[in-house]
């Protein structure tokens, strides 16, 4: 490209645009495998240490190496970190995907590309930014064999000075990520800085998108929400874990290993206060988590939608015979083997009712890494006081992203182990029955091997409130009434919703999960574009709780936004509300396998309520790759 | 005066270790082994409050019901109590896990989950009551049918059979013997024994069933096992909290000393066996089912194996019941972690 190219190019892109500081959207596309993970996540916290709020989304393939991933940045000063359909500077370092990623660019935006790629000749109405790096890489990396990781390193370079990053905060980002490896440090550090001289002595700037210091994250921390639930664990006092790895679920056991040998080994015997075992399939690690938590152990296990149905027999046996489990569900697109590295919140009635027979589940909802901390230990206290399985419905955006968030609190109440037989309760009662509601609330008081109290023989076939063995309809019939009673009681437990009432709204949304973010910014959208006011019910658990028929008697509409095809959610509040009250829901269903973003819940809902909605594009930029199974 | 109540070394009477009445049919194989393991924990003096009994679902697995009701017991889901019994232990390595399955229980539905509790070696003892078919829905076929054995409506056994006990060798369980439920003595030593190691043992124990299995043409009838026993060895048991000395000529016998201390004397009756030795356990296996025989006796014993609680390196308290401060990190934990996420 000649500079003149430049000139002609600058004229076009610029003259309709603004400076945009501090609110747009880089996509990076790369190879997977080729070392572009650091170089984004040295990107994304560069941008955080900036003090700009920011979110950062992979999108990457069911493969190891070679195949297109896309990385997603987004600085928003008003902290919207919900994904953007919408990419305003592209990397594109794939060959190919890099002409379909140009092609599918708003006008305006900018690329950095790989020169010998030669987008420019692609479109006239972007700004190109074209980096040598194959010349760059060499010159900074003699060993040949590392230059196609270190090559990653020099967009980032690039990118802070054309975006107005802090070089010196870019170091310091690069060695939080690369840690006490020093060699590597050294050479990524050139690679970077090779990138930031290169830019300065080629381009000028002619895009109007700039990054400016703030100070909006000030004591904030980066952390991918399985991570953050392995920290709750911990903090909760797990001690048996079993698994089977399973994307993308693995890196919360992978995480919570790594916690636990660090902050969980016994200083004085340098033995684990633990048990994690990868078990041969999901099955055995619900099995072993019920063996384990009859035994009176905090235990749990994680997998993702697949591993829900393996574990269908065992759920059903956890809830008849009430042994407490927690089971963190990392949803991913199906239905079967689906897209295991895309997202969605599709497991919902699956979970809900897991296994055969009148079976049905508590579900809790995070929304956030603070939420997947703080219920990660809900989830133990619900497990044991109600003895039964818990369903954490977290999803791959939330489980396998960066998230930006506050510190997380320390736990300030001891753990509740539930209603445990003692010596003190037995005398009370003067009798025992291992299933006998004595307090009302469905709950029963159960004995654990070993600890000397009245035994009992726990089994998935019938049994009466003594935990004998009967077949008798009016024993059946008592126990699953029981059983109801139970379930009645923990919808007074389970965590409320959180719910903004705005007394002009005649809509109001429901939302859970990561659809939280898109939600929020739409609200917005709505109010600023068409002044349609919204009020908002994050709904957060299953079984509702009993302001959902509050929020919804309070409105005219009731969209339920959701990432699944089936309006999953919606269809679980149909089976519990007046024909009148079901008459007022209407759906936003989102299920490509992206993250849900405002602008698609906007439109949708604009639509429904009679606006005219041009649509913009249906290409959505990285989207994905075809073939190459 | 009244006689002096009989009762065991830690003072319980007999009666303690009994279950509730067997439903099972008359003449069951299974309702001997029910006996035997319960003179065992007896004679053992095991406690038990400590005592798991796990089982999947079948005719064997009703059987924990009948024996140890102070115990605690789970009557899991089909082919899965490994992975049950497994997360038991995990919870408190002071318990001793008794696993009841059968042969379709194990070699079919569950052969995915058998298979990877002997290669744990979890201090179970997994008790296998074998009667090559399904009883409870009414007499067919389990992957332990042998070849050519016949059902009672005609149909013979055209697959070849799976050896759960040449199996549990192959893929490392520590303690693997095989029994017929008819004798009382070798069976009664063996559960003993199994009670000493410390590792998984795994017991098959031949179990006729006399609904559906115990006809002419059947090789898991009465008279057929009775027939073709072949048992490698004589088993003696000294525990060891009995002070008694073996004399034996030697090369006759095998001695064996347990995890706890007990010795086990295994009298050679075939001059070679030795029940230390994988491959030849394996051969001798092979050799007898050629002949249509079934090898009784501790086929193979290796008492030294750290068990899988060990390998995980798990504190000697059962993690059940370990205090709150043990198992929350204190707040410097999570502010050293809050400062590596900045």
Known sequence: MSPTDLAVQEKQASAHRQRVVNDFSIQVATVNGSGSQTANMVLLRSVLLMGVPVSGKNMFPSNIAGLPTWYTIRASKRHYIARKKEVDFLVAMNPETAKEDVLTLEPGSAVVYDEPLKLNALRTDLVFYPVPFDKLVAAVCPDAKLRRLVKNMIYPGVLAKILGLDPKLMEQALGKQLGKKAKAVVLNAAALKAGWDYAEATFTKQDPFFIEPMNETAGKILIEGNAAAAIGCMMAGVTVVAWYPITPSSSLCESLISYMKKYRIDKATGKATFAIVQAEDEIASLGMVIGASWAGARSMTATAGPGISLMGEFAGLAYYAETPAVIFDVQRVGPSTGLPTRTAQGDLIQAAFLSHGDTKHIMIIPSSVEECYTMAQEAFELAEQFQTPVFVMMDLDLGMNNWMSDAFTYPTTPINRGKLLTEAKLKELGSWGRYTDVDGDGIPYRTIPGDHMPPYFARGSGHNAKGQYSERPDDYVENMDRLNRKFETARTHVPKPVVQNNPKAKVGFIAFGTSHYATEESRDQLREETKVETSYFRLRAYPFTDDLVTFIDAHDRIYVIEQNRDAQMRQLMKLELSPERQTKLRSVLHYNGLPIDARSITDDVLAQEGYEVTKKTSRVPGAGMTGGE | ?342
Request: charged fraction near 25%.
């Open chain 2, 1 to 342: 005066m009244a006689t002096p109540v009989k009762v065991n070394r830690i003072g319980l009477e007999p009666q303690v270790y009994k279950g509730s009445k067997t439903t099972l049919c008359a003449g069951c194989g299974h309702n001997a082994i029910s006996e035997r393991i319960i003179d065992a924990f007896y004679e053992m003096g095991v406690d038990p409050r400590q005592v798991v009994k796990l089982s999947g679902i079948g005719c064997s697995s009703k059987s924990p019901a009948y024996f140890l009701g102070g115990s605690h017991g789970f009557n899991a889901v089909h082919g899965r109590m490994p992975s049950v019994g497994t997360g038991a232990m995990l919870a408190n390595n002071k318990l001793i896990a008794i696993g009841v399955s059968g042969d379709g229980d194990t070699g079919a539905i569950g052969i995915g989950q058998f298979v990877h509790l002997m290669r744990r070696n979890l201090p179970i003892i997994y008790i296998i009551e074998d009667n090559g078919c399904y009883g409870l829905t009414k007499g067919q076929f389990s992957p332990t049918a042998d070849l050519g054995s016949k059902l009672k409506t005609g149909i013979v056994n055209d697959l070849p059979p799976i050896d759960t006990c040449a199996l549990a060798i192959e893929l490392g369980a520590t303690f693997v013997a095989r029994s017929f439920s008819g004798d009382k003595k070798q069976l009664l030593s063996l559960l003993k024994a199994a009670l000493a190691h410390r590792g998984t043992v795994m017991l098959d124990v031949i179990s006729p069933c006399v609904t559906f299995n115990d006809h002419e043409g059947s090789t898991k009838s009465y008279a057929y096992v009775k027939d073709h026993d072949d048992p490698l060895e004589e088993v003696s048991f000294v525990p060891f909290f009995e002070d008694i000395t073996v004399d034996y000529e030697p090369g006759s016998t095998q001695e064996v000393t347990m995890h706890d201390g007990s010795k086990l004397y295994l009298k050679k009756i075939e001059e070679d066996y030795d029940a230390t030795d994988k491959i030849n356990a394996l051969r001798r296996l092979h050799e007898t089912a050629r002949r249509g025989e079934f090898a009784t006796g501790i086929i193979y014993i290796e008492p030294d194996r750290d068990d899988f609680l060990t390998q995980l390196n798990i504190v000697d308290e059962p993690l059940a019941t370990l205090p709150l401060e043990r198992v929350r990190p204190g707040k410097e934990a999570l502010d050293e972690i809050m400062e590596g996420l900045r």
